[in-house]
């Protein structure tokens, strides 16, 4: 896939810039069943296409992007918490619906694992 094409696919615009790849897994949630279905940014993902399940991880093609604001000094976060400026870098979550014995569950934002 483009990378156009994977931003449209992850629910961003073609304006989306910057954030820092952080890895390209999350564990499968403790008591998932079939079926599992897996978001980025509320954007269904397909099996096979996107991401793979494999030994208890989904794992992705792609990278997900964090924004990262411990790069930023006091004055931008103090200026971008007042809303005086600013932009959004790529910030992707991952949440996952999946069945289990209480009934179908939604785990959201779930952590981002390093790539291997």
């Not at 008591?31 to 993902?45: D, K, L, S």
């Not at 924004?67 to 971008?80: C, D, T």
């Amino acid at each position: 896939m483009s990378d156009a094409t994977t931003m449209s696919h992850r629910g961003l615009g073609s304006e989306a810039f910057g954030g820092t790849p952080v890895g390209n897994r999350v564990a499968v949630p403790a008591g998932a069943r079939e079926p599992i279905t897996v978001y980025i940014n509320g954007v269904e993902q397909t099996r096979a296409e996107d991401y793979d399940i494999a030994d208890g991880e989904i794992v992705f093609r792609e990278p997900i992007y964090k924004e990262n604001l411990h790069e930023l000094n006091w004055f931008r976060k103090f200026g971008l918490g007042l809303g005086l400026f600013g932009w959004y870098e790529r910030n992707e979550s991952v949440d996952i619906q999946f069945q289990s014995s209480a009934g179908i569950r939604l785990v959201s934002d779930v952590p981002i694992l390093p790539a291997e």
